[in-house]
């Protein structure tokens, strides 16, 4: 069921290496455990992809459910979910700063940065636009390249500074 809420999700390529050595891996040990390489191999793959599965929903299982609140337009109880996400994030950087690994995740974002800019979007969307640019900021402050925030900031300057829509043109 499409939300019509923006996602997006780019994917840090060079991650994909160690998620393949690691399923080179467990291809390997199942053809030592398992004689036939076709069963050997499809074990082995039914075991990564329950290992990623286990992993995708357990460990940011708040940033997951503050994606659903959002989706579902609850922002309030979202933000909670997504500020869970930030501090364990935060407490827990290795995690997130090596996800190919620990999540098996190839994302470019990390959970941190995607739970600020959460958060700040999750602010616009009750009309908290000093939080709002409160967050955009800290995701900025922490991630410089953070083009989503930058570009949310950049949006919010022009629809501050543009005039008011009650006034057409030409009358």
Not at 110 to 127: D, H, K, R
Request: with cysteine; hydrophobic share 45%.
């Amino acid at each position: 069921m499409a939300s019509g809420k923006p996602v997006v999700r780019q994917v840090a390529w060079l991650s994909i290496l160690p998620q393949l050595l690691i399923m080179v891996v467990i291809v390997l040990i199942f053809t030592l455990l398992i004689e036939r390489f076709i069963t050997a191999l499809v074990v082995a793959m039914i075991t990564y992809l329950a290992i990623s599965n286990i992993l995708e929903r357990g460990i940011p299982h708040n940033h997951r459910k503050g994606v659903l609140l959002s989706k579902k337009g609850d922002y309030l109880h979202a933000i909670e979910e997504f500020q869970k996400s930030y501090d364990f994030f935060t407490k827990h950087f290795w995690i997130d700063k090596y996800r190919c690994i620990t999540l098996l995740s190839s994302s470019r974002k990390t959970y941190t940065e995607m739970s600020l800019v959460n958060i700040a979007f999750c602010y616009a969307q009750t009309g908290e636009i000093d939080l709002t640019k409160h967050y955009y900021k800290k995701a900025l402050d922490l991630f410089p390249d953070s083009e989503m925030a930058k570009s949310a900031l950049d949006m919010i300057a022009i629809l501050e500074h543009e005039p008011s829509n009650s006034v057409t043109k030409g009358e």
